[in-house]
């Protein structure tokens, strides 16, 4: 974001975003049509590999930890055996947790009714697969669906719905220090709003890895990051919850039950081999999951060049097209950035697509994705946002922290009150307002 400051005021060079005034039907003529097809049997190959990489990378572990013994390692101190021991188990737990996170996707893509052409198998496999990673498959169905329709909607979206200044308990807009779309910033208010926030690095750093760490249980438990106008208390456990329909309630039992058999599963085998070889082999994978699935849709909805509606200004395909395709550990080069790909199944990199035909199974994703991309070309329509990783979550997580209260178009502001963005309307004429765009 570059920045000029003159006279005590802060201006900012804001990116012109064009907001998008396109059909459906102009978004799936452009993807080819076999990219639609889905097929069970090449969904399920992808499960065996998964099992298949994650049998392995078990396999591997156990037989290196042999060698870390002085009879084949020559360490200056003992503890530096227990710490290699620990790191080898540290490896075997990273990597089977991106991996599983490959499970992840395929049970999403379940509940997309993108593995088979059988809603039967769709919810089977769905149910099985997301109930051993701790999901309950229908409830998250069913909200998730809902965030595919009104995607960046303001009060429908269900999760990274951002907060706004009353909701932080900001400083009230002054207009005579700032402007609605953060292109201009005096030095009190830029003060008062970094006191406010608590902007700092370790602040950031802190509230990011707890993101990391917890964030996916808290959405479910007690819809943290998720839509503000809900109750307190909403969760994805209780049938009568608000976001579920009175003949959806079987559907939550039934995602209730694959929890509770998940918990006591766990319990059992902590009772049976204790707690260290259970975190050891499995909680620690768990854990990796829950963070690149935070990480992954965190990276994907938020940036401080996506734009987010209220009602007057959504539509369905501005929605879709308000997310953005990352490649997942292209921070660390290109090795890194096929690893992440192979292992999550592109899910990251082709996220626009599903945004847009979320019935596109993944491994058709990537054709839908290229086609999609030259259509979205032509209108000046560009939605590669950067590597994704811990480096990129951080810099987003500082430069989106609220949005304002007014406005039907608006982006994410810094804790200076700065915005990197304004919206290109139709008219190809950038505006500044922050309000009420004119289609």
Not at 103 to 122: D, P, T, Y
Not at 155 to 173: N, Y
Not at 325 to 348: F, K, N, Q
Not at 421 to 439: I, Q
Request: with cysteine; glycine share 8%; net charge neutral.
């Amino acid at each position: 974001m570059k920045t000029v400051t003159k006279d005590g005021v802060t201006s900012v060079e804001q990116t012109p975003v064009v907001i998008p005034d396109l059909t459906v039907k102009d978004l799936l003529s452009s993807i080819p049509e076999h990219c639609f097809k889905r097929s069970a049997f090449k969904s399920s190959l992808y499960i065996v590999f998964d099992v298949v990489v994650i049998a392995a990378i078990h396999k591997t572990t156990v037989y290196a930890e042999q060698f870390i013994t002085p009879a084949y390692l020559s360490f200056p101190h003992p503890a530096l055996y227990t710490a290699a021991w620990v790191s080898l188990w540290a490896l075997y737990g990273f990597f089977t947790g991106l991996f599983a996170t490959g499970l992840w996707v395929i049970a999403h893509e379940c509940g997309h009714q993108a593995f088979s052409e059988s809603k039967r198998i769709n919810n089977f496999v769905g149910w099985v697969l997301h109930s051993m990673l701790g999901v309950p498959y229908h409830s998250w169905r069913i909200t998730h669906a809902k965030h595919h329709a009104s995607t960046a909607h303001m009060t429908q979206d269900q999760v990274f719905v951002p907060k706004t200044r009353s909701e932080l308990g900001l400083p009230k807009f002054n207009p005579d220090g700032e402007d609605l779309a953060g292109s201009r910033v005096t030095e009190e208010v830029m003060r008062e709003l970094r006191e406010a926030i608590g902007d700092s690095p370790l602040g950031a750093t802190i509230g990011f890895f707890s993101y990391l760490l917890v964030g996916w249980p808290m959405y479910l438990i007690r819809n943290a990051s998720g839509q503000k106008r809900y109750p307190k208390g909403t969760n994805h456990f209780r049938p009568g919850a608000v976001m579920f329909r009175p003949d959806q309630h079987d559907q939550i039992i039934i995602s209730d039950v694959g929890i509770i058999l998940w918990v006591l599963g766990v319990c059992g085998a902590i009772y049976q081999y204790g707690f260290a070889d259970v975190f050891r082999l499995y909680l620690q994978a768990y854990l990796w999951v829950n963070h690149w699935l935070v990480l992954i849709t965190f990276l994907q909805h938020t940036d401080p060049l996506l734009p987010h509606y209220r009602a007057p200004e959504f539509t369905f395909v501005r929605g879709a097209l308000a997310t953005f395709d990352r490649s997942l550990l292209g921070e660390l080069g290109p090795i890194g950035a096929w690893l992440g790909a192979v292992a999550t199944h592109g899910i990251s990199e082709t996220h626009v697509a599903h945004h847009v035909a979320s019935k596109i199974p993944h491994y058709n994703a990537w054709e839908a994705t290229y086609a999609l991309r030259r259509r979205l070309e032509q209108e000046g329509i560009t939605l590669q946002g950067r590597p994704g990783g811990w480096g990129e979550m951080y810099r987003v997580f500082r430069e989106c922290r609220f949005v304002e209260d007014e406005g039907n178009i608006i982006f994410y502001k810094n804790a200076s009150g700065l915005a990197a963005s304004r919206p290109l309307v139709k008219d190809n004429t950038a505006s500044d307002s922050g309000v009420d765009f004119d289609n």
